[in-house]
């Protein structure tokens, strides 16, 4: 069939989005090889030092506690979104579902700024675990959560319960439940039947859910910005203080195009790993 | 209570919500019996079933399996093997996995698992196929994989929902009289259900007829094919003719009943109605029907409407108006040019083996 003209219309905007994301990324390499002059927003000659100073232990460690903080939070997310999940697919009363849905679900739709704050009045000083904990007397000293790695972590596992919630509950809803029942006809107790029939046929959602958190995850920037308060620094934090503070574009991009490219090897990762599920015959 | 009962339901009620899916139902489960309970989509067999592995439990009336009461047991703690209509082999196993994971649930020792993984693999003519995936079985196989899986843990009783209904029509066939084999040589109890009447009379031993939750009749399948106690049993089982007519006198050991202009004799205990001028359905199977002049006397009239080559017969489809739609089936091809479509036809028959039930006059 000859396609009408204006079907290629419908392809516009994604040509413009294409096009905007290649040139930003042209942007980027482009400067990543340019030299810095400090004290002004021009770049220099073409350069490699940019690369060489990656080297440094600073940046080595910035990228291995993002790599932790971003391990930290899928598997914390994991452990507590799938018993969420399960209990939003398989639970009986519609009341119960609707309200793990809605209190996983809701932290989508408030601003990642106003959520970070809210964290804050939790965890800070005078916040609300602070009060409790000195009001009735369990601690004489307020505990340090704020501008700590725990503290970053337990905002970003707020931050990414509901992505993690809604694909664990596609794929947990994927399952068909004629398998539970004969393996409970087959004399396998509650506790047997998800251990070796539920869990292991939802670990495509498992294994997507654990990958896009943590990819996620990698690229933080309000969350510990606010509540790392440059104690805690992931790569995009870096990369801001780079770019606005010290204008070092060049370097502030060498750093986003090894986050974009770790990004890549994540994606797939997810690829590879999907393909394996399905040749599984897990879904 | 007698220990040849395998499964016993007493006065069994589930509903939902509005709908009364099983209604008072009280059945007996014989030790090694195949059981089957036909009936309509719809008509209460699923939930029935599921009322015996505990998957739903009744709001009246109580469930045994054996000597026990298990109307409050969780399925894992009954003692029952299933086979669902899908299968529902775990897709994470490979077959021997698949069949040994009742064993392991049971605490069967390592040994004797595969033994019996081994001997189950044999039973259902798959021997060797241990290492296989349930993907890369056919249809046919995987049916057998998960009827191994079901009889390896040697439950009291054996539940198959409908197993054949995905399996093409000849493959079907094999597999009923494999199943009713394996069935006959494990001697293992087995409730099986269809909406198949022919495949209820060819494998039970005994058939609950159901309808609308309730058990219309438990019997033998020829006792049900030959004495059907009711008319929807009667319509429900095998081909046959339902016919409007009126009761016109009992005389002796016969009743007269008029169909159309006709008047025809049926024994008395084949009449389930009592009194002279009651409307009836006359049920007749159609090989008993034979066409006849139309001036014969005491036939019924009409007219040759179709022929329906088969093979093995020929079905004749003859209108005869206010009567409705009447089948004949005969293997003389002859009739085909004797009686040609629209020719005019009386129809007679031997009908010592018809049945009479009441009607209600609005029908
Ligand atoms: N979980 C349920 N919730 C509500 N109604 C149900 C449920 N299960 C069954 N029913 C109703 O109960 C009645 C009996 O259903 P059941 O599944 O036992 O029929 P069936 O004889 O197995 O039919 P089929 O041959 O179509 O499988 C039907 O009217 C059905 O709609
Ligand atoms: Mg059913």
């Given at each position: 069939m000859k396609r009408q003209p204006f079907f290629y219309w419908f392809t516009v905007p994604a040509v413009v989005l294409a096009l905007a994301f290649l040139a930003s990324m042209g942007a980027i390499i482009q400067y990543s090889f340019r030299k810095h002059i400090p004290g002004s927003l021009d770049v220099g000659p073409v350069t490699l030092e940019n690369f060489e100073r990656l080297a440094h232990p600073l940046y080595f460690s910035v990228y291995l506690d993002t790599l932790l903080l971003s391990l930290y939070t899928s598997v914390f997310t994991l452990v507590l979104g799938y018993p969420l999940a399960y209990v939003m697919v398989r639970a009986r009363s519609r009341w119960i579902k609707s309200t793990v849905l809605i209190v996983s679900i809701v932290p989508l739709f408030t601003g990642e700024i106003v959520r970070t704050y809210a964290w804050l009045n939790v965890l800070g000083h005078n916040g609300f675990i602070n009060s409790l904990l000195l009001g009735t007397g369990l601690l004489d000293r307020p505990l340090q959560?704020?501008?700590t790695p725990f503290g970053v972590t337990v905002a970003l596992v707020h931050f990414s319960m509901p992505i993690m919630v809604v694909i664990l509950a596609a794929a947990i809803s994927h399952i068909d439940t004629d398998y539970e029942k004969a393996a409970a006809s087959l004399s396998a107790n509650p506790i047997k039947v998800f251990w070796k029939v539920t869990l292991p046929l939802s670990t495509p959602g498992i294994v997507s859910g654990f990958v896009t958190i943590f990819a996620w995850t990698l690229s933080a920037f309000a969350t510990p910005q606010l509540i790392g308060g440059g104690k805690v620094n992931m790569v995009s934090n870096i990369v801001y203080q780079l770019g606005f503070a010290s204008f070092n574009f060049p370097f502030a991009a060498v750093l986003s195009l090894l986050a974009v490219m770790l990004t890549i090897v994540l994606l797939l990762v997810i690829y590879a790993s999907t393909r394996r599920l399905e040749k599984m015959s897990l879904h | 209570m007698a220990d040849d009962i395998a499964v016993r339901l007493d006065r069994v009620t589930k509903r939902f919500g509005s709908v009364t899916a099983v209604s008072e139902v009280s059945l007996q489960v014989r030790r090694g019996e195949f059981l089957t309970l036909l009936?309509?989509?719809?008509?209460?067999k699923t939930t029935l079933l599921n009322l015996v592995a505990g998957f739903l439990e009744p709001d009246q009336g109580e469930v045994y399996i054996g000597e026990t009461r298990v109307t409050q047991v969780p399925p894992f703690q009954r003692d029952f093997g299933m086979v669902f209509q899908n299968y529902a082999l775990f897709p994470h196993m490979d077959v021997f996995e698949n069949i040994a994971f009742g064993l392991r649930m049971r605490k069967v020792p390592k040994g004797e698992i595969q033994s019996r993984v081994e001997e189950a693999l044999d039973i259902v003519r798959?021997?060797?196929?241990?290492?296989?995936?349930?993907?890369?079985?056919s249809g046919g196989q995987q049916q057998r994989v998960a009827l191994a899986r079901a009889i390896v843990i040697r439950p009291q009783v054996l539940l198959l929902d409908e197993p054949l209904s995905a399996l093409d029509k000849n493959l079907r066939a094999r597999m009923q009289v494999e199943l009713k084999e394996i069935q006959r040589r494990v001697g293992i109890t087995t409730i099986f259900v269809t909406h198949d009447q022919g495949e209820a009379l060819s494998l039970s031993d005994r058939i609950a007829v159901i309808s609308e939750g309730k058990i219309q009749q438990l019997s033998s399948p020829d006792e049900a094919y030959r004495n059907p106690e009711n008319s929807f049993v009667a319509s429900f089982i095998g081909d046959i003719n339902r016919i409007p007519a009126r009761l016109v006198e009992v005389s002796g050991d016969e009743v007269a009943i008029a169909v159309g202009e006709a008047r025809i004799r049926v024994p008395k205990a084949r009449c389930h109605a009592s009194r002279a001028g009651d409307p009836v359905w006359l049920f007749v199977r159609p090989e008993v029907l034979e066409p006849v002049p139309e001036d014969t006397e005491n036939a019924i009239l009409g007219t040759i409407y179709a022929h329906v080559y088969q093979g093995a017969h020929i079905e004749i489809h003859v209108e005869a108006g206010a009567l409705g739609t009447i089948h004949l089936r005969t293997r003389d091809d002859g009739v085909m040019a004797r009686w040609p479509v629209g020719a005019r036809v009386g129809l007679v028959g031997d009908l010592g083996g018809a049945m009479v039930f009441p009607r209600d006059s609005r029908d």
């Open positions: 959560m704020m501008f | 009936g309509p989509s719809g008509c209460g798959l021997g060797g196929y241990g290492a296989r995936h349930a993907r890369e079985l």
